[in-house]
Each structure stands twice: as structure tokens, then as C-alpha cells.
């Protein structure tokens, strides 16, 4: 079955950078988008950065010029490049995917379990 997985996420002072991979396994026939959340404690997830199969991206207001999203020459993978973190980008950081796959060709929504995300001042 499908099954998204991220590493990358860890404890980095402010000013410093992280780079977070989600990788896609499974039986995947087509992926439309790929996504980055964030939750941090007490509030609700927020999209932090899209790409599309097109190669279109957004991003955040809040992240936007610090954050890079991008997909692997193997579309199974995207990236997450942060730099100038800052202690608010603190949180649990999740990989979305909106693809085909899983027995069906039918288009559906798969989660990675998150992956910490901790900036010091």
C-alpha cells in the first residue's frame, strides 16, 4: 500500500537551515500534487508550500523567500528546503500527496506521520 515517509526535521538555532525529504513507496500510479503542513502545539495545520505535477508552487506568506519546495527526478520525493528559520517555524512538519495508487487510479489524499521541526533563539 501507500506510504508516505519524512526525515530530515531536528533541533536547529535560529538564523540556521534544515532540508526535509518525504518519499512516496508503494504501488503509485500517478501523482498529482505534493505537499509540506505544519502543525505547532495547540494550533491547527497549515499548508506551508505545494508542487504541483506542472512544476507550479506556492507557498505561505510566512515562509515565502526562506522556503524552497521541490520534487525529486523521481517524482516519488519532494523537498523542503528551509533557511533563515526563525523559533515561530517551530512544529511538526507533514508531507501530503494527492495521487493514484493503492490498488485504485482514482485520485486520493496519503500522510506522512511528521517529522519535528525545533528552532532556538
Known amino acids: 500500500q501507500v506510504q508516505l515517509v519524512e526525515s530530515g526535521g531536528g533541533l536547529v538555532q535560529a538564523g540556521g537551515s534544515l532540508r526535509l525529504s518525504c518519499a512516496a513507496s508503494g504501488s503509485i500510479f500517478s501523482i498529482n500534487a505534493m505537499d509540506w503542513y505544519r502543525q505547532a502545539p495547540g494550533k491547527q495545520r497549515e499548508l506551508v508550500a505545494t508542487i504541483s505535477s506542472a512544476g507550479s508552487t506556492n507557498y505561505a506568506d510566512s515562509v515565502k523567500g526562506r522556503f524552497t519546495i521541490s520534487r525529486g527526478n523521481a517524482k516519488n520525493t519532494v523537498y523542503l528546503q528551509m533557511n533563515s528559520l526563525k523559533p515561530e517555524d517551530t512544529a511538526v512538519y507533514y508531507c501530503?500527496?494527492?495521487?493514484?495508487?493503492?490498488?485504485?487510479?482514482?485520485?486520493?489524499?496519503?500522510w506522512g506521520q511528521g517529522t519535528q521541526v525545533t528552532v532556538s533563539s
Open positions: 501530503h500527496a494527492n495521487l493514484a495508487g493503492g490498488g485504485s487510479y482514482g485520485f486520493r489524499d496519503y
